[in-house]
């Protein structure tokens, strides 16, 4: 049976899904200068990580990103609690499991997609984190996973395919009582297809999704996979209570200030000028404490994505271009030739 926990925690609408090599805290920073209601997520960190690591490199970010979720893998629930007893010193606003993440790497070690195997660990794992903190603690899993060929354990559900299959591990994760559940609408295949392929060969199921927070209205679902418009956004929030963007947010990263519409049609999204004009103090304090230069412009790339000049504008980004003590002056020269009121704004 379904636990029925009636979190009272806020589900933002949209949320900006955890990528690894993508959802730095540059790239964060600048994604809250174009919408103010979304909910961050950081890259997957690993419990081993933070048990292990220079903490304030892996958890330092600025009070001005606003909300922010940690991610973290982890593959037992002893690590799980000290890494999120460590984490509780940052300011997250909750923190996330990730049961989702189908790489080699991840998924040998138990952790990420193939922990959806054993529902039995992923629930010790989510109540270890729960008592550990007193912030929201959250869920990211697939549909389905096929674990041929990697998870060995007998009693382990190497496949699971299907709504039912699906029920089953909700059915006992539901009991340490998470406060959201994001749910990737594809199925994982855990052995010979590469992370990337994880993200376009298994068929998108919306439907199954949809299907679970009709059944199940009491829990806080939230749908990822494959969203790109505003549009699409829009009809996916009259069935869940939220939707995650992933790839979206670097391709095309002006739709999260379009996506301040969902809110308010009638508000005027910030133009592009002024992003730029807003990141720039940032990248100066930024570059004066260290901060890779190539991080910092890599949120900038895809902000006229479609748009006239984007080539241009793309070029003037390159890396070759972008040194410590140029780029400064090269944001400056894109905001100098755009003319008053164009398109480029
Ligand atoms: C570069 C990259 C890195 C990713 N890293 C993570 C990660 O650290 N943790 C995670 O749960 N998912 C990760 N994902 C998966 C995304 O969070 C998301 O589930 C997936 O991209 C599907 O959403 P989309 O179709 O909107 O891109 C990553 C995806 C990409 C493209």
Redesign the pocket.
Known sequence: MMEKYISNIKTPKISI??????SHRHFRYFCRLMNKEILLYT??VTAQAILNGELDKILYFREEEGNVAL?IAASNPEDAYKAVKKANSYNYSEINL?C??PSDRVSGNLMGAALMSDRKLVYEILLAMKEATNKPITI?HRIGIDGTGIIQDKNAKVIMDGYYDLLEFLDTVSKAKPDRYTV?ARSAILKGLSPKDN?EIPPLDYDMVYRLKKDFDYLNIEI????KTVESIKDALTKVDGV?????AYEDCYLLANLQKVDNENLKPISRGEIIKSYIPYVKEEIANGSNVHLLAAPLHSLFQGQPGSKQYKQLLSSGNIKKDTFVQILYNILESMPENSLWC
């Open positions: 899904a955890p990528m690894v090599d993508k890259e997957m991610q990730n989702g993440c990211k990737h993200r990822n996979g494959g969203f995650m963007i992933g790839r979206a």
